[in-house]
């Protein structure tokens, strides 16, 4: 994806900062005592667990139209957004909804999935300087896009720590015969994410087939992250201006 999530200004509240940044959006001028202090707040969400799954890749390959793309709404609360497409709840991630929710006006970046010619399953994605990782290829025969694809060993939030994540070398994080499990997609080897109930095997935010899906959003990380009820999470993001709205859109099939 070509566009950063959201460059994040120093002056934002602390627990605005931590729910952003686990959401994979762009962090770029946080000061380092309000990094410090995040750390010390999270330590104990760093955990990762070994990542169990034995699958193998799969060996289908994608259709020449094959694309996966974010789409970003700017404001939920803009007369241009589809009431219909507000989606914004832990029960939400990955639902699919109308293709309207993904044609938000000039916000669409297709993912960047080859490097030298190659292209590969799990990749950077920059987010202004700093680095997460995506998933997209063929996954039980069907076209998927994934997100949330922390590696293990990454310290969330510690932007200070040559292993902080997101990451500010993104060099190393090019799989190219991975699957949504062995990149660790939706925070599936953190134990802040799989201690929750019905979340053990990770956030769903692995999205199969063509279509429009409900993508991570600022709004999913409160309830778990930040302890907060869902109302108190909306108006809070809208007192700040970050009521955007993510969507992952997908394209072709896998033959």
Not at 53 to 62: E, G, K, N, V, Y
Not at 190 to 201: D, F, K, L, Q, R
């Amino acid at each position: 994806m070509a566009f950063s999530k959201l460059v994040l200004a120093a002056s934002v509240p602390l627990f605005v900062v931590l729910a952003m940044t686990l959401s994979g959006c762009a962090v770029t001028e946080i000061s380092n005592s309000l990094m410090d202090t995040a750390k010390g707040l999270l330590d104990g969400m760093n955990t990762t667990e070994p990542n169990s799954s034995t699958t193998a890749p799969d060996t289908s390959t994608l259709s020449a139209d094959a694309q996966g793309s974010l789409v970003a709404w700017a404001n939920w609360s803009s007369p241009d957004f589809p009431t219909e497409c507000f989606h914004m709840g832990m029960a939400d991630i990955g639902k699919k909804v109308d293709d309207k929710c993904c044609a938000a006006p000039g916000a669409v970046s297709p993912m960047v999935t080859e490097k030298d010619g190659t292209a590969y399953d799990c990749f950077p994605v920059d987010l202004g300087g700093i680095y997460a990782r995506d998933f997209f290829g063929c996954d039980d025969g069907e076209v998927t896009v994934a997100e949330g694809c922390t590696p293990a060993g990454y310290e969330v939030l510690n932007l200070s720590s040559p292993d902080g994540w997101p990451t500010s070398d993104g060099s190393s994080l090019w799989e190219g015969t991975g699957t949504p499990s062995s990149c660790y997609c939706g925070y599936s080897n953190y134990a802040a994410v799989t201690s929750m109930t019905g979340y053990s095997a990770g956030f769903p935010s692995v999205y199969k087939g063509p279509g429009c899906f409900v993508a991570l959003n600022y709004l999913h990380m409160y309830v778990p992250f930040m302890g907060m009820n869902a109302s108190t999470a909306k108006s809070t993001l809208e007192a700040y201006s970050y009521n955007f709205a993510f969507f992952a859109h997908i394209e072709g099939s896998c033959q």
